[in-house]
């Protein structure tokens, strides 16, 4: 069976590493190859590859 979660814009993700404004809680804007996140502190939208992506949500 697979049990990988499936992730789906507008999904509250929490990353192992927080931002550096204290929140560690990102908004899913974009999935594909690469998810575009958005913090939830302070806004700021980053890039990432699926890869790293899966590696760093907890």
Do not use: S
């Amino acid at each position: 069976m697979d049990n990988r979660k499936t992730y789906q814009k507008g999904d509250m993700v929490t990353l192992k590493k927080g931002h550096p404004c204290g929140a560690n809680r990102w908004e899913i804007i974009r999935t594909g190859v690469d998810f575009k996140l958005k913090c939830d502190g302070c806004g700021h939208v980053i890039m990432m590859p699926r890869i790293k992506f899966l590696k760093q949500v907890k």
